[in-house]
């Protein structure tokens, strides 16, 4: 079984910053991929940041310059830190891994982390 702890969501002002962390436990042959996705109320969850273990990362346009995602391959940790956030960055936050465990690879998600911006 694997597990992915979330910590570091909170409320911030316009323009502030925050640390989202993420770690993966249990039952990991590897970890392919992980990222972090976001859902405002009412709509879909949207990509965020990814990152591949060769650090190849992926940015929605929206955080772009603003957002970086970085991992401890070795803590099974990954990172998403937040710039010049905006009052539409408020959201619940997921982190999201592609693991093989065992010999089945498929998808992980954490339990959600909420970030607030007030403008």
């Known amino acids: 079984q694997v597990q992915l702890a979330e910590s570091g969501g909170g409320s911030v002002q316009s323009g502030g910053s925050l640390r989202l962390s993420c770690t993966a436990s249990?039952?990991?042959?590897?970890?392919?991929?992980m990222g972090w996705y976001r859902q405002l109320p009412g709509q879909q969850r949207e990509l965020v940041a990814t990152?591949?273990?060769?650090?190849?990362?992926e940015y929605a346009d929206s955080v772009k310059g603003r957002f970086s995602i970085s991992r401890d391959n070795i803590k099974n940790t990954v990172y998403l830190q937040m710039n010049s956030l905006k009052p539409e960055d408020t959201a619940v936050y997921y982190c999201?891994?592609?693991?093989?465990?065992?010999?089945?690879?498929?998808?992980?998600w954490g339990q959600g982390t909420q970030v607030t911006v007030s403008s």
């Open positions: 990152s591949t273990s060769d650090q190849i990362t």
């Open positions: 999201w891994s592609y693991i093989l465990s065992g010999l089945v690879q498929r998808p992980y």
């Open positions: 249990g039952s990991i042959a590897a970890i392919i991929k």
